[in-house]
């Protein structure tokens, strides 16, 4: 009889039955001189003592700004030095953290700064081209929580100097208050419904996923490495700095975004044993004009994530980069984000061609979505995840938080999945229709629902489409309404600066009907396939992924 796709990740070794602050302060205790975190492009650099320090002068400086236990603390801002102290400050003192995407325009600011209540928000002057402290002033007077904002290009030493005035005792009086299974940080997905869903985390859920990540990754004191990944994203909050601090190790950011040539530079200089990314990070650091000069000798380890990675591309990272004990992680941010990950020392074509076993203290099952049963071994079902690393559930939204997690505590993925005889994972779609570009997640819905207030626009429908760099591309197929005239440039222009660049659809189709079933339900897989054929996407839809 064929066994039932259900595994868990059994372990001798326990969870950590702590606050972040407290497992810093073990990792300080051992390794006090030992780097904790590298800036080269910020020339910033911090022993673990240094870091200790320092978090705990910002930790009283949001104490002595009013922050509470409890109140939320918005962080919006590229990778630098100050996200990853803040991150670990806001930790010891009890603060909530939300994470907003430095993508983010207007209205999507204004929707979590309202869902989520941030009464103070840290933020940059602006990335790139996009100008924070006008989109910012723009939006708080419609939140009525927001009460300040700290801008860390100009006040970063004001809240330093703050700290000065709450003792330490008080931040230990602090700190002692905090319980493990707190709410520590709120992390939005692209909703279903049109707007983001705050993910609320504890600091259980992703001190233990960070730990265990490390644990995989065979981490010790002496790997540095370097996290050109959002610190926004999971992938860069607890694959990157909550894997490193726990193991008493480096974390090295090589820039505020993504930069192949930076990264390659900083890999070189910094010596690191590590390097994380989205398989199209990887693919273009293959094709910059540096990749054959540099020197990846100290390399050994790292994740690739985020999205399906091509099968060619981990056999190049492997071959041609030294990191012959690469990982691939699966996951999603509801589960802290880590379900199931790669051995360093697992066969090449497990390495190559799943997304690994099931974490250390994790349940996973694959069910048929129709009745919610088991399947058998080899059979394609949803993937559902339980254990310690399920969210505490969306924050304030009772209705979606039951609509993910049942009565068990199941996490419903909605990930089509296959377990194989000896307990590893493949991905092999998504029940509904997300699109995943470069490691963003895109809820078609979302976009849909901007569209509509178009007026031209009676109709649209928006679906992921394969594409060789970014793993898919946005499309729209577009309704008009009788009449109506609107060019693909006036579409783009109307969604420049509403919505973030990523969920721009890149492909437009106008069309006087939808394919449907006789009931009326659309068919998008339909929608997908035509457009392969007619886009021409046949060898963007037939690389093969884990």
Same mark, same amino acid.
């Given at each position: /009889?064929t ?6 990740g059994?372990?001798? !070794? ?6 972040i602050?407290?497992n810093?302060?073990?990792?300080v ?14 020339n ?7 870091? +200790? ?8 400086? =949001? ?6 236990k409890?109140?939320? !603390?918005?962080? +919006?801002? #590229? ?11 806001? #930790?010891?003192? $009890?603060a ?9 325009r207007?209205?999507e600011?204004e ?13 940059s ?9 006008? @989109?910012?002033?723009? !939006?708080e007077?419609h ?12 006040? +970063?030493?004001?809240?330093?100097e ?14 002692a208050?905090? %319980?493990f299974?707190?709410?520590i ?14 993910a ?8 233990n ?17 370097? =996290?050109?990944?959002?610190?926004y994203?999971?992938?860069? @909050? !607890? ?8 193991? $008493? ?26 390097l994380?990314?989205?398989?199209t990070?990887f693919?273009?650091e293959?094709d910059?004009?540096?990749f054959?000069?540099?020197?990846f ?8 994530? $985020?999205s ?5 591309? /981990?056999?190049? &990272? %492997?071959q ?10 699966? $996951? ?10 790669s051995?360093v ?9 799943t ?11 694959i ?12 059979e394609?079902?949803e ?5 310690y690393?399920? /969210?505490?559930?969306y ?10 997690i ?8 909605g990930?089509?999945g ?12 998504r029940?509904?229709d997300?699109?995943l570009?470069?490691?963003?997640n ?31 591309? &946005? /499309? ?28 721009i659809?890149?492909?437009w189709k ?9 009931s009326g ?12 054929a ?13």
């Amino acid at each position: /009889m064929t066994k039932p796709s259900y595994a868990h990740g059994a372990t001798d !070794v326990p969870l950590l039955g702590e606050t972040i602050g407290q497992n810093l302060r073990r990792t300080v205790e051992r390794w006090p001189e030992s780097e904790a975190l590298v800036v080269p492009f910020q020339n910033y650099r911090a022993t673990y003592r240094q870091f +200790w320090e320092q978090t705990g002068l910002v930790a009283r400086g =949001l104490m002595a700004r009013g922050v509470k236990k409890g109140d939320r !603390v918005g962080i +919006w801002s #590229a990778n630098r030095y100050e996200w990853v102290v803040l991150q670990y400050a806001s #930790a010891r003192m $009890g603060a909530i953290l939300v994470n907003i995407n430095p993508a983010y325009r207007t209205h999507e600011l204004e929707y979590v700064l309202k869902q989520s209540g941030v009464s103070l928000l840290v933020a940059s002057k602006g990335f790139r081209h996009t100008n924070y402290i006008e @989109m910012i002033r723009e !939006v708080e007077e419609h939140c009525p929580e927001h009460k300040a904002t700290l801008i860390i290009d100009q006040e +970063w030493g004001t809240l330093m100097e703050d700290g000065k005035r709450v003792s330490e005792d008080e931040l230990r009086t602090r700190e002692a208050s905090l %319980q493990f299974d707190d709410p520590i940080n709120i992390q939005y997905t692209s909703g279903t419904t049109g707007f983001p869903k705050g993910a609320t985390l504890s600091h259980h859920n992703i001190l233990n996923n960070g730990f265990f990540i490390g644990e995989r990754l065979a981490y010790t004191e002496k790997d540095r490495a370097c =996290l050109p990944v959002p610190f926004y994203h999971c992938f860069g @909050m !607890v694959l990157g700095n909550m894997a490193v601090t726990t193991h $008493g190790a480096c974390i090295v950011v090589p820039g505020e975004a993504f930069d192949p040539g930076v990264v390659l530079k900083v890999v070189q200089e910094e010596k690191c044993t590590a390097l994380y990314g989205v398989p199209t990070m990887f693919i273009a650091e293959f094709d910059h004009p540096d990749f054959k000069t540099t020197d990846f000798s100290s390399l050994r380890t790292g994740i690739m994530a $985020g999205s399906p990675c091509p099968v060619e591309a /981990m056999k190049r &990272v %492997q071959q041609d980069m030294n990191m012959t004990e690469v990982t691939i992680c699966y $996951g999603m941010t509801e589960t802290s984000p880590v379900s199931a990950q790669s051995r360093v020392d697992d066969p090449l074509d497990k390495r190559v061609s799943t997304v690994g076993s099931i974490h250390p203290h994790v349940e996973v099952k694959i069910i048929d979505p129709s009745n919610g049963r088991i399947l058998p071994r080899g059979e394609t079902g949803e993937i559902c995840t339980r254990g310690y690393s399920v /969210m505490l559930g969306y924050w304030e939204d009772t209705h979606s938080t039951h609509q993910s997690i049942d009565a068990g505590r199941w996490m419903h993925t909605g990930d089509l999945g296959i377990m194989d005889d000896d307990g590893y994972l493949k991905i092999v779609g998504r029940i509904k229709d997300m699109v995943l570009r470069g490691g963003e997640n895109i809820y078609p819905r979302e976009v849909e629902e901007f569209l509509y207030t178009k007026p031209e626009v009676a109709d649209v429908q928006v679906i992921g489409v394969p594409d060789i760099k970014y793993g898919e591309e &946005v /499309m729209a197929w577009i309704k008009l309404r009788p009449g109506a005239q609107v060019t693909e440039d006036e579409l783009r222009t109307f969604c420049k600066g509403k919505i973030a660049t990523y969920k721009i659809p890149r492909y437009w189709k106008f069309v006087d009907e939808f394919p449907m079933t006789v009931s009326g339900k659309i068919q998008k897989f339909k929608m997908r396939e035509a457009a392969i054929a007619e886009l021409g996407l046949q060898q963007a839809a037939g690389v093969v992924t884990a």
